[in-house]
């Protein structure tokens, strides 16, 4: 198979889909990777190293894309790029398609086989291809807020562990999956006042556990959120519903009622955003204020740190990348249960359910795609 590799093209995007050591793994596997020149020489890995691993370098995305039979990207498709798209080819990236009608729209019209990272699934249930993005989201969340909370950033002018003598600051984080746990172990070691909110008693009886008394795990509720994001400093959106759009839980009534220049982290904005008033910023313009509140809703966070999320990424898809390569699309999706999840459109027909009932397309079951 021909994989191709395009420099990514969203507003400070520096990851990469695949690292020179995964193309060694696919070259030796006896396929053929074709990797776009200087697409990720930003982050130490440059075009020779890539050379070396036995990648050949192409000097445009649009010839990769004419070229191969399967695009593995890090960030959706950006809309000069879903012309190049065509029938039957493999698009193996983030898509977080539930939000965002255009690019739908476009990779239906495409034909294309499109795989989602966020909803491949393993055998526990989890997301391993989302996982690693969201530990480093969670965590690089409260490194955004601390800075959002210094007076020179527009902030309350607080540090967020406090000193001696000085509380620390109040730290609120909605929703205990990977996101919120790895925001909270960040606010935890960084000294700060911090609570979970979450709806899941198990999942609550976990995080209890695992923070002990460094953090508060409490069942969310609406009363309890309006009286928490009051009287708050920090607030982490950190809420996902598998392949659909995140609940608006935090309402501009409530911003209205919080800590004058208090900031909120909204790392659910890849699915719309779970305040009412977040909109999508870049790393180039990461915030923009609203009632004195300062909002943060990168859309791509772990882009600030884009060689530990490119290697954290690819080490959990190039087994997927690989068992695409080896066997085919079709194989590899009726072979493994949790790659099959992944699959969002085929060959012009939205085969996840939870994005057609979003975007009111019909639904075509997965199996009746694959004829299985």
Excluded at 48 to 53: I, R
């Amino acid at each position: 198979m021909i994989i191709g590799v395009p420099k990514e093209i969203k507003v400070h995007e520096y990851r990469v889909g695949i690292p020179p050591a995964g193309v060694q793994e696919l070259v030796l596997n006896g396929h053929r990777v074709l990797v776009q020149k200087n697409c990720a020489t930003e982050i130490g890995m440059d075009d020779e190293d890539y050379q070396k691993s036995g990648a050949e370098i192409i000097e445009t995305a649009e010839e990769i894309y004419a070229l191969a039979d399967m695009i593995v990207k890090v960030k959706e498709p950006q809309p000069e790029e879903y012309s190049l798209l065509r029938e039957d080819q493999i698009l193996f990236t983030y898509l977080h398609l539930a939000p965002d009608p255009e690019q739908t729209k476009a990779l239906v019209d495409s034909g294309c086989v499109a795989i989602a990272y966020e909803t491949v699934t393993d055998n526990n249930g989890g997301l391993p291809l989302l996982a690693p993005m969201s530990e480093v989201a969670g965590r690089l969340s409260i490194q955004a807020g601390a800075h959002c909370l210094e007076k020179t950033k527009g902030g309350r002018g607080l540090l967020l562990g406090g000193v001696p003598g000085v509380p620390p600051s109040d730290v609120l984080i909605i929703g205990g999956g990977v996101v919120g746990t790895h925001a909270a172990r960040m606010a935890v070691g960084m000294g700060a006042n911090v609570t979970i909110l979450d709806r899941s008693i198990s999942r609550l009886r976990e995080l209890e556990s695992f923070f002990g008394p460094s953090a508060k795990t409490l069942f969310s509720t609406r009363q309890l959120l309006e009286e928490l994001v009051c009287s708050t400093d920090l607030v982490i959106g950190a809420v996902l519903v598998v392949g659909a759009s995140a609940p608006r839980l935090v309402t501009k009534d409530m911003l209205k009622n919080m800590r004058k220049n208090a900031t909120v982290v909204d790392v659910a904005i890849d699915q719309g955003g779970c305040f009412e008033t977040s909109k999508p910023t870049t790393h180039a313009e990461p915030t923009y204020k609203i009632d004195t509140i300062t909002h943060y809703c990168v859309a791509n966070m772990p882009g600030a740190v884009a060689r530990t999320s490119t290697l954290a990424l690819s080490n959990a898809t190039l087994p997927f990348v690989i068992s695409l390569a080896n066997k085919g699309y079709r194989k590899a999706l009726i072979d493994d249960e949790n790659l099959k999840n992944g699959l969002n459109i085929y060959h012009g027909k939205i085969v996840f359910e939870a994005i057609a009932s979003e975007l009111g397309y019909s639904h075509l079951p997965v199996n009746k795609a694959l004829n299985v």
